[in-house]
């Protein structure tokens, strides 16, 4: 069953899902050569609890941090550790929070120092594919419609998208109905309506689209060592349009 969400509650949704965008932008202008994935990590679950809401990911099935932080060739689930960041990598930056009964979820994928442009190319067509997807989420299409446009930008662009780990509903509980394939063909699954909120979270790879997952239980990487990047927004469906609850809008930035 897919929970629809009134628009009120939708609105309750947004505290969450721009606390996540919010934490997420803080995190991201941290990021620098030396600096580690724990350092980001304790960061935010300061910046989460100080804002009154708790992490999502902290115990979700056992997972030890607020943050999940993929390095390079790792795909999702990256445990923060105390490796510093090195000039040349790209980390992807994974958070969920939980606020007024409601979860937020975004991923971005961040630069480390310089990079190439290749790697450059690659966070583009990423966050373009998430893009595409998110344009299908309307009223009247179906769920297969936003794997179909993300992968169909992805392949045009040369890389390849991951199919063990999708996207998901979002609401009262972290991971909901409908699953959201990276892939496929358009035209199936549930019929998209008002009220429903969608997290949407392309995992896109340099090279081939296999993945593995280390003896950690958790850090999934490409099986061919290739860069892989991430980039998730949480989406409600309403009349209007698709509504990205986790983009930073210039009026609710933090002042800096
Ligand atoms: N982005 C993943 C998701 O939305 C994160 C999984 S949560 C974890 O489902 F706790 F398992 F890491
Ligand atoms: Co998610």
């Known amino acids: 069953m897919i929970v629809c969400k009134s628009p009120a509650e939708i609105e309750r949704m947004r505290a969450a899902n721009m606390l996540v965008a919010d934490v997420l932008a803080e995190l991201a202008a941290m990021v620098a050569p030396g600096v580690s994935t724990l350092d980001l990590d304790q960061e935010a679950e300061r910046l989460v609890r100080a804002r009154g809401a708790e992490p ?3 115990g979700y099935r056992g997972y030890p941090a607020t943050l999940c932080a993929s390095v390079n060739e790792q795909v999702v689930h990256g445990i923060p550790s105390t490796r510093g960041l090195v000039a040349g990598d790209i980390v992807s930056l994974d958070m969920g929070v939980k606020l007024n009964d409601f979860y937020g979820d975004s991923a971005i994928t961040v630069p480390v120092g310089t990079v190439s442009e290749d790697v450059l190319r690659l966070l583009r067509i990423t966050q373009e594919a998430l893009e595409h997807g998110i344009a299908q ?8 419609d936003i ?11 040369g890389f390849s998208v991951v199919r063990e780990f999708v996207g ?28 429903m909120v ?8 340099v090279g081939r689209p296999g993945v593995k997952v280390l003896s950690d239980g ?3 990487v490409t099986r061919d060592g290739s860069l892989s990047a991430h980039f998730e927004h949480t989406v409600a469906v309403t009349h209007e349009g ?3 609850l986790t983009q930073r ?8």
């Open 242 to 244: 698709p509504l990205v």
């Open 56 to 58: 999502a990911f902290k």
């Open 137 to 144: 989420a309307r009223v009247g299409a179906r769920v297969s």
């Open 198 to 205: 969608l997290a949407i979270e392309p995992m896109v790879n």
């Open 147 to 157: 794997g179909h446009a993300i992968q169909q930008h992805v392949e045009a662009n």
């Open 168 to 195: 998901h509903g979002i609401g009262a509980s972290l991971h909901e109905e409908p699953q959201i394939a990276n892939y496929g063909a358009p035209g199936h699954g549930p019929r998209l309506a008002a009220g």
């Open 218 to 220: 958790w850090t999934a």
């Open 249 to 256: 809008t210039p009026a609710s930035a933090p002042a800096r």
